[in-house]
């Protein structure tokens, strides 16, 4: 679902779009901003992690139309069905690379389910107006945690220099752990 925020006279958001991508409930969200430069008005990636074991990437692109002030907005989405073996309930964003030379935004992401599993995922998004919305992902880590029923997961802190961030990820159910994550950009 997308709301409209941007009429701040009314306190009444509007329910502009609604699109079914999980097959009941969501158990997580986390959005992502790309650059805005080719399509006036924004794009954001939209994150959600089902019941159904599976992650949702919706490129949500706006562009504002001058000729009646209103504003359009288009969805692309990609299901990953079995990203985890049971539900997923934590997503976090650690990282978003722009590749001006290749017209590409690579967002490394991380999960974590019911199934005590944490994994680490990037996706290449297209920003060229003939690719938009084209998306390629890949699994980049696939460790197991000892804590039960992950309720929440948060980045703590971050080092980086020219290639590399390292970073402390806490992640919270029955117990608590932190897990330092290094990122090296290609």
Known sequence: MIF??????????GLVYRKRIHQSSVKCLAVANLPSDVVAGGRS????????????L???????DTRDAG??????TLLLPRAHAAAVTTIVVLSTTVHSEHGSTTITFMTSGNDQ????????????ESQAGQMRVRRLVNKPTTIADISSMTRLDDVSDDRTTVMSVAICGIGIDTRTITLRQN
């Open 58 to 64: 919706t490129v949500a692109s706006t562009t504002i």
């Open 4 to 13: 409209d925020t941007t009429k701040t006279q009314h306190l009444n958001k």
């Open 71 to 76: 504003s359009r907005i288009k969805l692309s």
């Open 45 to 56: 990636v939209v994150f959600s992690g089902g019941d159904d074991n599976a992650i949702g």
């Open 117 to 128: 599993r944490i994994k680490i995922w990037d996706v290449t998004i297209m920003d060229s």
